[in-house]
């Protein structure tokens, strides 16, 4: 892989894209912007906590063809099996919920009698 | 976004705000060859032969929230992404996407039809196909003795 965009010899060029991350009480939210990225070539793999996120394009620059990259490290709070992921208009949306036995429990306190 | 002012450096006074200007923003072409790892050029122009194509990095937008106009040589594009989007109970750790928005007027390196232009927005990039208008023979003005 070649990160260098001077190289005009060079394939792909890649980009890392601009991400947000949003804890909610629920889980966490990732909403990143991949303009020119289609649903078709999105690959989304999870290798043990690692979340890796590629996205080629149909757009060039400087001859080379645009692709982004984007890895995030997961919490092992996370519950694997109920991840989500949606491209929508160049907007990747994805959802992380808690796992069940992650997710606060409030314990009631009650007075002694 | 500031749209050069004539490149041609012909009038003596005017030659020395183009330089300026010219000098300025090309100091961000440096920053450029940094930044081209980080992110894609916002919007592109790129002039062809028969026409001229202006693509623009418009993620998440609505197309009713978009708006394309043409003044002469000059193409402003203005998009809107809701603020309303990022709600309070939404607890940011990490904020890079910008939201709000969006007004940009560039310079068109020729004249074009307007009336001809399309305007296709997938993917999350607007794309702006306009055709070049001829360029009017000149006229010729007799000279009246």
Redesign the interface.
Known sequence: MN?N??DKTAKYLT??P????????QG??I?I??????EEDLDVQLNDQLLQIAAP?S?T?HGAT?KYERSFQLSDEIDRAQIKATL????LEMSLPKAESARVRKIEVCRAS | MLARVNNGLDLMPWRNLATLQNDFLNSFAELDDFWQQHSYPRVKVENGEKDVKVSACLPGCDEKNIAVEIVNDFITIKAERPESEAKPEMNYLRRERSLGHYEETLKLGAHVRSDAARAVYKNGMLEITLPKAEIPAPTRIAINA
Do not use: R, S
């Open positions: 990160n965009p001077q980009f890392t601009a991400a947000d991350v949003i804890e909610q009480p966490w939210k909403l912007d991949m303009p020119g990225a289609g394009t757009l620059h645009v929508k208009d160049g907007v």
